[in-house]
Structures are given as structure tokens and as C-alpha cells.
């Protein structure tokens, strides 16, 4: 067996690399950026200045220039993605209250409403009475 020297599978794999090469290369983009915010102007506000520059001269007849138009759409679907995030990227859970089964929360809705349909004449406003506790398992908590 040898002592030293190369042995097949020692080492760091290629991967390991690649993400080296790639985090030196997002710290290179991070070091341009942040020259060009020191600097004043961003490419991402040209974009939209010039988008808003073009629709503005779009609408300055009486008629709408629709070639200015089509050309101010193409800057916003460019500088878009930058602005506005994916809906795709946003998740959602969406029930109904249709949907709920629960006999305690039916008492506590009932009560609510209850509550809101018949109102004091005594009472001034400012407070609602305490609504009855949650029920866990049958058993009223307190």
C-alpha cells in the first residue's frame, strides 16, 4: 500500500468547485452593482425612466402613437421582472368557512352574530361583552 503521493477519489469533488467559481463570480456582480449605485444611476432606473419618457411622448397628441406605445410595453416587460415578483413564487392556502366543521367554532360564530344582531340599549359603545370560551374536545377551557 502506498504512503503517499495521489489516490483516486481524494480530494475536493467538482462540484465544490464550481460553487467556489460561482459565489467569486456573484461577489464580483454584488462589487458592479454597488459601484453603480455610488455612481447615481442604476440601470434599472434607466429602464424605467426611459419607459416612462416613451409613453408619456406616446400620449402627447390627440391620437395615441401606438408604435411608441408597443415600444414603451416592450422597456416594462424587460424591467419587470425586477419590479413586480411571480405570482408563482407567492403560496397560498385558501379555505372557506364552508368548509370548517367544527361545532365550536359554529357556538362561537353564532354567539358573534348573535351579539351583533341584538345590541344593548345600557351599554355605551365602547366594549363588547366577553365571548363564550373555545371548546377542546367537549370540554369547555377557561
Do not use: C
Not at 467538482?14 to 440601470?43: C, N, T, W, Y
Request: aromatic share 4%; net charge negative; charged share 25%.
Amino acid at each position: 500500500m502506498p504512503a503517499g503521493g495521489r489516490r483516486p477519489g481524494a480530494g475536493r469533488p467538482p462540484s465544490a468547485l464550481r460553487a467556489q467559481a460561482q459565489k467569486k463570480i456573484r461577489l464580483r456582480s454584488r462589487e458592479l452593482v454597488d459601484q453603480a449605485a455610488r455612481e447615481g444611476v442604476m440601470p434599472l432606473e434607466i429602464q424605467l425612466e426611459y419607459m416612462r419618457h416613451v409613453w408619456a411622448k406616446a400620449h402627447r397628441g390627440p391620437e395615441p402613437d401606438m408604435d411608441l406605445m408597443k415600444e414603451a410595453a416592450a422597456a416594462a416587460a424587460a424591467v419587470s421582472p425586477y419590479v413586480h415578483p411571480r405570482l408563482s413564487a407567492m403560496t397560498a392556502k385558501v379555505e372557506t368557512v364552508g368548509n370548517l366543521s367544527d361545532p365550536a367554532f359554529e357556538v362561537r360564530v353564532t354567539e358573534v352574530l348573535n351579539l351583533l344582531n341584538s345590541p344593548d340599549d345600557d351599554d355605551d359603545g365602547d366594549e363588547f361583552p366577553a365571548l363564550p370560551a373555545p371548546v377542546m374536545n367537549g370540554l369547555a377551557t377557561e
